[in-house]
């Protein structure tokens, strides 16, 4: 059959032109049906990129995002103000300073600059994206490394300078992104590697600056349709009526019962049968729903309800693991073995170590059953997830591995080549830095400290004082929320929350 398709070929010309066509065309769409239908294969190299709006308004919205998730990650329920609202507002901010500045050009020796090169494009309004995406510690609110400060400060009263605070703020942060640079090449550039999130920025950056028939509903008219319906409806469960948040009818139906409250609460409970109406509820910790793919969707709420509906309340109903009766059910307080809460600043002398003949008198320390477990199951997953990988992916990366330097470019790799690409060297500098600065850290912070302020903790304290533990008790997360019981002083009843 092969040799007989191979004749017909050799005999008909215009058949094996239109083969190779063919061949040509599936080389310039990319094999991932997501990306295709979202990413436009065509680009324009000569559009102004490095413009004073892009520094900007870059810098401005990057520092912007920075304070604001800071300041709303001791919310109760953390608000991430993401990249899209920046990606939103940016856009009419850009095109009115397109209109307004002068358009004189300036020259630096034989270099020409203007402050307004042309209309505000695609690529400017990307970069400030990127910028703002950089305040949000790439999505997640605020950088994890803030955490240890807050326990130094606001836990155990101690001071630490700013030198010293900020040092291990960014050398945290700068460590992913010498990490990032050195796997693009295996993360980034393979045409399978897709990431969902970005699909999402990519549609509407086209919504936005793409025109479209005008005999229908533009995509970025639905847009702004869609955003200001949002954004009038979050104040609603927000400020207006915040019951909305947790609608919790099994605590209506049974107001008296703490069982009832430790069940159906979805504030601090299991949640069993709670609804809400409150998009802050529903993202504030996984993120959007609507950016990622079903099936992950589906691996969550597997993973969700087996700990939370099975493994909690056996464990806590079922065997009284720990002793967990003594304590709330949900709660990320530390606790005494009488199930008193934990004073720990007591078992902390003046150098900022444990004091063991206090600890020994105080007594070990109790966490509630779900703490307890969850923060072992979030251990493990790490051993998981690096097994699954290696058991279902392990020949797929090596083979990608293998053939990273000879195999086929993807139509979007190509197109990224008509631009000068950032050395391999700067990602590995950028990366033995930030590792040196980081140890030294640890061996010199106390001579960093400001002479008035207390001996600066050791390395392990700063470790070992718990990041995800009490900073859970800063604001309430639902991963490790702070939970108290509180009941009427009149008949002793739990009060519904």
Not at 169 to 193: C, D, F, N, S
Request: glycine share 6%; net charge positive; proline share 5%.
């Amino acid at each position: 059959m092969a040799a007989e398709t191979m004749k017909n070929v050799n005999a008909d010309p215009e058949m094996a032109k239109s083969n190779e066509e063919l061949k040509q065309d599936e080389e310039e769409v990319s094999p991932i049906e997501e990306v295709r239908l979202t990413v436009s294969n065509v680009d324009d190299p000569t559009q102004p990129v490095w413009t004073f709006r892009m520094w900007f308004l870059g810098l401005i919205s990057c520092c912007l995002l920075s304070f604001l998730n800071q300041f709303f990650a001791y919310r109760a329920e953390p608000l991430v103000i993401t990249q899209i609202t920046v990606q939103v507002a940016t856009l009419p901010i850009g095109r009115f300073m397109a209109r307004v500045l002068p358009t004189t050009k300036f020259g630096i020796g034989s270099k020409k600059f203007s402050l307004n090169p042309g209309p505000f494009n695609m690529k400017e309004h990307v970069l400030i994206t990127i910028f703002a995406n950089a305040g949000t510690a790439f999505g997640s609110g605020s950088p994890y490394a803030v955490g240890i400060v807050n326990i130094i400060k606001a836990f155990y009263g101690r001071s630490i300078s700013f030198l010293v605070a900020w040092l291990l703020i960014i050398t945290t942060q700068v460590l992913g992104y010498g990490w990032a640079g050195l796997l693009r090449k295996y993360v980034v550039e393979p045409a399978h590697m897709w990431w969902p999130g970005n699909l999402v920025q990519v549609s509407l950056f086209r919504a936005l600056h793409e025109k479209e028939d005008g005999n229908r509903t533009s995509r970025a008219k639905f847009f702004f349709i869609a955003l200001l319906c949002s954004f009038l409806w979050a104040a609603v469960p927000g400020y207006l009526f915040q019951t909305l948040t947790s609608i919790s009818w099994l605590c209506w139906v049974f107001s008296k019962s703490v069982t009832a409250q430790q069940i159906g609460s979805g504030m601090n409970g299991l949640g069993l049968g709670a609804l809400t109406l409150d998009w802050s509820a529903v993202a504030s910790f996984l993120f959007s729903p609507l950016v990622s793919p079903f099936f992950a969707i589906v691996n969550v709420f597997v993973g969700y309800a087996l700990i939370v509906y099975a493994v909690i309340p056996i464990a806590y109903w079922g065997f009284n693991v720990y002793g967990a009766n003594k304590f709330p059910i949900f709660s990320s307080s530390l606790f005494t073995a009488q199930g008193q809460e934990y004073d720990i600043r007591s078992i902390v002398n003046n150098k900022f170590e444990l004091d063991v003949a206090k600890y020994l008198k105080t007594g070990p320390i109790h966490l509630s059953v779900f703490f307890s477990l969850t923060y072992g199951f979030g251990f493990a997953t790490i051993a998981a997830t690096l097994t699954h990988v290696i058991c279902f992916y392990g020949t797929e990366i090596m083979e990608r591995y293998r053939a990273s330097s000879k195999g086929k470019e993807d139509i979007h790799t190509k197109l990224m080549k008509k631009y000068k690409d950032i050395p391999s060297w700067w990602f590995y500098v950028m990366l033995f830095v930030t590792l040196v600065a980081s140890l030294l850290l640890c061996q010199i912070q106390a001579r960093l400290q400001a002479p008035s302020s207390p001996k600066a903790p050791p390395p392990a304290a700063l470790t070992a004082c718990g990041n995800g533990q009490i900073s859970a008790k800063l604001n309430g997360t639902a991963n490790n929320p702070r939970v108290d019981y509180d009941y009427d002083d009149d008949n002793n009843d739990p009060k519904c929350h």
